[in-house]
């Protein structure tokens, strides 16, 4: 079992930014790809971006690309998302999640509780 908790969301105006945290706990030394999700109210939970276990490969949904940045710190069980220039669409829940594969559908096994994001206009 693998446990992970988000954290770093809240209410921002367009333009500001947000920088989103997961830490994972458990079988941690799994090296898992880990993946960041969102939902916005009445939409299906989407890709944002993902990152590999070493770091090595990123890929971004073209949503996002060019403003987030998600990388991993020193500490492997930790994946953060640097949302910077955030628009009123990119208000959601988002998920930090651990990936069962690479490459869409983006499968994931494990999932966090989700964190808040608000932007206004």
């Known amino acids: 079992q693998v446990q992970l908790v988000e954290s770093g969301g809240g209410l921002v105006q367009a333009g500001g930014s947000l920088r989103l945290s997961c830490v994972a706990s458990?079988?941690?030394?799994?090296?898992?790809?880990m993946g960041w999700f969102r939902q916005a109210p009445g939409k299906e939970r989407e890709f944002v971006a993902a990152i590999r276990s070493s770091g090595g490969n990123i890929a971004y949904d073209d949503s996002v690309k060019g403003r987030f940045t998600i990388s991993r710190g020193n500490a492997k069980n930790v994946v953060t998302l640097q949302m910077n220039n955030l628009k009123p669409e990119d208000t959601a829940v988002y998920y930090c999640a651990t990936l069962g594969g690479w490459g869409k559908p983006w499968p994931a096994n494990y999932w966090g509780q989700g964190t808040h994001v608000t932007v206004s206009s």
């Open positions: 458990g079988r941690t030394n799994m090296n898992y790809n």
